[in-house]
């Protein structure tokens, strides 16, 4: 019994301490692309096709609710295997890349271009020299949260919530 009320007890000041802190001012979150370090991220080495691929990464930002982030990531020349395991939306700021899809697709991706992947999803990479790209990364929710969701989005008549893109 005595074990049951310290494990309320904590959820209880768990639950607090996170509506407290989702209360909270956000800050905005803002840097120039030459300011953010960039640090090794080495490509999983049994994904590896061909070449030496060097690939460095930046976390830019992370959501409150660790849903999503946004990085900065490069890669030098090389072939490899890709798994995205969160939906992830990019932007080449430069170089080119070769992306071969789990269906058979081809694109090549260059600055300026942007581009769709889903998460549990596979693709092939071809650097030819070097790419950069901002990644907006987005997990998925839970089969029963996604649910939750869209009936909430339902009942609201389609009608969106307060913020969003800006104007």
């Not at 959820?11 to 209360?23: E, I, K, L, S, T």
């Amino acid at each position: 019994m005595v074990l049951k009320l310290m494990l309320a007890a904590m959820v209880g000041v768990a639950v607090r301490n996170r509506q407290a802190d989702m209360n909270a001012p956000r800050p905005l979150i803002a840097s120039s692309l030459d300011k953010l370090e960039m640090a090794p991220n080495p490509i999983e080495p049994s994904w590896v096709i061909a070449g030496d691929p060097q690939a460095r990464l930046s976390l830019h930002s992370r959501a409150y609710d660790d849903q999503a982030t946004t990085a900065i990531w490069d890669c030098t020349a090389g072939t490899f295997r890709w798994y995205f395991g969160w939906d992830e939306t990019v932007m080449i700021l430069d170089g080119e890349v070769h992306v071969t899809g789990e269906d058979g697709s081809e694109r090549t991706l260059r600055a300026g271009d942007i581009a769709y992947f889903p998460g549990k999803s596979w693709a092939t990479w071809h650097i030819d020299s070097y790419v950069r790209k901002i990644a907006f990364c987005r997990k998925e929710f839970p089969a029963p949260i996604n649910l939750a969701l869209k009936l909430r989005d339902r009942l609201r008549g389609g009608r969106q919530a307060p913020g969003g893109l800006a104007a």
